[in-house]
């Protein structure tokens, strides 16, 4: 079977970062059609129009890694009710200059996690309302509000609650599912 | 009578911003009791919570500036229907460490400047959704929605057309009163 | 060819609403693979669960009208900054009981029709904020802000500029493309 | 001491209605300087601009116990992932007609109450957005997103975890406090 490319942007830097750990748990959930691999974002210079002309090189390997890939998996904490700026940066890297976004037409998927009861609710349709702009088809339902997040793994970095691991499974097949979709276009 | 120090935000970092135009001109309408100081912003190291036991100065500065004012104004362009990387991170670590906020209870405002014509209204709402959790006093009308920025500032950075011109020293009176209600709690 | 039915959500009750005349010229642009039909929900009760048990006729025919149609297109103004609950009202009525959603999988686009600049942006991304939950896949672009509605049209109800027209043609041409590709799920 | 008059507006119609109790409970919370009161707003007609002339006398009604408060208070479940229709529908028939605002000015705070986890953040913001048109000062902190509400009650509308009763305790005392700084204006 073809293993559809899916860039991973995981929006939190910390070493120990729970959504960093969720990436490689989706990434052995994926079925054997999609191959989750994360893209490095905390090294790239913040977005100044400025750049454009001659822009670092951080900039253009995002914007590669982006077009090579089939699709594009969000995974993001919540800071302060919204998108973390990291992720936020490379959005915005990836979707300049102008007319040569790099997200155009990419099917995608948005999954927030956080410590708290509520998920990441914030961040999560924050990163929608960007998604739109970007005209990136993006997979509605299973909803991804991952709360809780600090009781979530075990030593191994693995989900030990079953309850979470059927919504993890659900939501990576269904995501499947949209990728292949949109591939008939 | 007391000038009150007020940090003003600049959402973009290119050099002909029309939202650095903006805050300059700001500062000329504001009345003899408000001093706007741009903190600038784009030298700051992305926030990443591994690095809160031993900061980068340039976090330790800005946390320190917005401390020593006594309201703050965030001025912003909008970038894919959100909020500027820039802008969110200095806010994401003038927020830190946890239970050090920086922003607690400041008065603010937000414009948002765009060269379009919805005039950064999703940039603009976004911000205020970080605001709640800010716990920042958010001066409600008259909302500040800028657009057609390209066409608004002759060659000197000086506004030209005059409907603008009422709106923002509205804004800014009005932004006034708002600081100055709030030093009475 | 054949000709999916689509169903019509217009937001405002007005008899000159700007809304309601530009749904009739979505209808006529349409090609003749889609027929739109206007739903009428002015006389919806308002929701109340309570009477989910024994509902209002007004209700049951809302949620037949649905379930036989391909897909939705909304039509919206904005009142306050978001969604007119007459709108709001038809997407909760249309919601339940609980597990039985009329809504669920039907392929959609929004409009959103306003006099002011900024083309009822508010209330376009407040709708779409629902339509994640209600799992109804939603086009991205064209994003179609259409302001300065009170001078779109003339005495026929027709539009004469023509980017407008142009924007507007393109808007439901990729709907019917949107459309057409959830059909192959 | 003087007792400020505010009004409560629920968002639920429903006669079991976990946000009516929150109002009954806050009722009995706010110190004896708020007097909270129920306002009812289910029997409003949908907001039609083409009444304005000739308005329904709920909508008169409506409109004078708005002017006739200090401050309101709004309770809302989440529908949909947005505010529910009734309570839209209060808000839009109170701001008109243009120009004649009810809402304008009055110090107001926000609350969400739901039966699941995320307390209905969705409603919340959204609220705020109109908030912010409606130039309705709103506190921000604390937020109050209250989430299982289907276990919050005992028999007799009493809240019995010693947490909640807490939060509400601090919600009221802070709104009491964000309302007389506005009587200051």
Redesign the interface.
């Known amino acids: 079977m073809t293993q559809h490319k899916i860039a991973v942007l995981v929006g ?4 120990g970062s729970f959504n960093r750990k969720m990436a490689k748990v989706l990434a052995e959930l994926a079925s054997s059609s999609l191959k989750l691999e994360i893209i490095e974002i ?1 090294n790239l210079p ?5 750049l454009d002309e001659d822009p670092p090189s951080a900039w253009v390997d995002l914007r590669e890694s982006i077009k090579n890939s089939v699709g594009v998996l969000f995974i993001t904490p919540e ?8 992720l ?2 490379a ?2 890297v990836g ?1 300049r200059p102008y007319g040569q976004s790099a997200w155009e037409g990419k099917p995608c998927a948005v999954m927030s996690v956080s410590p708290g ?3 990441g ?2 961040a999560n ?2 990163l ?11 997979m ?2 299973p ?1 991804a ?1 991952i ?1 809780g997040a600090s009781k979530l793994f075990d030593a191994n970095g693995r989900i030990t609650n079953e309850d979470t691991k059927k919504l993890l499974q659900k939501f990576i097949d269904t995501y499947r ?1 949209w990728v292949e ?2 591939l ?2």
């Open positions: 939190s830097l910390r070493k905390g913040m977005y100044n129009q400025d800071y302060n009710r919204s998108v973390p700026a990291v936020k940066n959005i915005d979707s009861a509520m998920g609710f914030g349709h924050h929608r309302q960007s998604l739109v702009f970007l005209d990136m088809p993006t509605q339902q909803e509000y709360g599912g979709l949109h008939k276009r």
